[in-house]
C-alpha cells in the first residue's frame, strides 16, 4: 500500500492563504508557485496542482496557471492536488484564498497652516501632525490600528517601526517652507496596512495643496503650511492649474 502525499494542513482540515487587498476591490493576484513550495510538507516525489473545482482536481483538468486572480469576491475556495509522481497516488484538499481589506485612508485631509511668527521668516514652525488623526481614522476604530507618520516613502513602505516619527504634537519640518509626511495606517490583527503622502510643509503666502495618487492604496496629503501673517502685504497665490498653466492673481490686504 502506498502512502498518500500529505500537504500541509491548518487545525481546520484546510490550506489557507491571505493577502492584502491593494485596492480594496475583493480580488487579488495569488503566487500559486509560491503557495506550493509552502505546503509540499518537505515530501519527494510530490507535484502540486491547482483547480477550480474538485471534479478538475480529481480528474487533474484545467490546471490554473500562477499568479491566479480570484473569481470570487473576498474569499474563495480552489483545489490542491498533491501527486506522487512514482506511485500516482494523489490527495485533493481545499485550499481557500482570503482578500484582505486594507484600512482606509481619507483621498484628501485638511490643511493645517501655522503662522510664521520668526523675525527671520526662516520658513521653519513647531506642528501638531495629531490634528490630522480624526481625518485619517474616519469611521475605524483606532484601537485596530496603528497609526505612523514617516518623514520618507521608504520608511513608511518597511514598517511601521521603521523611523517613525515620535514627537507628533511638537513636530518641526526639516525642510524649509514645504515638506511631505507619510502617514502609515496599519490593521493590528491583519498586518495590512495603507500609506499616503499626508503633510505638505509650506511658508510665506502661498499655499499650495495637491493631492497625488500612488500604487499604494488610497493616498490622501495634508498641506501644512507656514504663513506669515503681516498686517500689511500683498498676497500672491495659486488659484488654478490648467494643462500645465497657472492662473494667479494679486490682493491687496489692508
Known amino acids: 500500500v502506498n502512502p498518500l502525499p500529505s500537504p500541509t494542513l491548518s487545525p481546520n482540515g ?4 491571505e493577502i492584502c487587498d491593494d485596492d480594496n476591490d475583493g480580488f487579488a493576484s495569488f503566487d500559486l508557485l509560491g503557495l506550493a513550495s509552502s505546503i509540499i510538507n518537505n515530501e519527494p516525489n510530490v507535484v502540486y496542482s491547482f483547480h477550480e473545482t474538485a471534479s478538475n482536481a480529481d480528474q487533474n483538468l484545467l490546471p490554473l496557471a500562477s499568479p491566479y486572480t480570484n473569481i ?10 498533491a501527486t506522487n509522481t512514482i506511485t500516482a497516488c494523489y490527495t485533493v484538499v481545499t485550499l481557500t484564498l482570503n ?14 497652516t501655522i ?7 526662516d520658513g521653519f514652525a513647531v506642528f501638531d501632525l495629531t490634528l490630522t488623526q480624526t481625518e485619517i481614522y474616519g469611521t475605524q476604530t483606532p484601537s485596530d490600528y496603528t497609526l505612523t507618520y514617516h518623514e520618507s516613502q521608504a520608511d513608511a513602505i518597511a514598517s511601521q517601526s521603521q523611523s517613525p516619527i515620535v514627537n507628533l504634537t511638537t513636530y518641526t519640518n526639516i525642510i524649509a517652507n514645504q515638506q511631505t509626511i507619510w502617514v502609515r495606517l496599519e490593521h493590528n490583527t491583519t498586518g495590512c496596512y495603507a ?3 499626508n503633510v505638505g510643509l509650506g511658508s510665506g503666502f502661498t499655499r499650495i495643496s495637491k493631492v497625488m495618487v500612488f500604487s499604494h492604496p488610497v493616498v490622501s496629503l495634508v498641506a501644512l503650511t507656514k504663513m506669515v501673517c503681516t498686517p500689511m502685504a500683498t498676497l500672491l497665490y495659486m488659484v488654478g492649474s490648467v494643462i500645465g498653466s497657472s492662473l494667479a492673481r494679486s490682493l491687496a490686504l489692508a
Request: charged residues 20%; contains cysteine.
Open 115 to 121: 503662522c510664521d511668527t520668526a523675525s527671520s521668516l
Open 14 to 17: 484546510t490550506l489557507s492563504a
Open 99 to 112: 482578500v484582505i481589506a486594507i484600512p482606509e485612508l481619507p483621498i484628501d485631509i485638511t490643511d493645517i
Open 195 to 197: 500609506i499616503g503622502d
Open 72 to 81: 470570487v469576491m473576498d474569499s474563495q475556495d480552489i483545489y490542491v492536488r
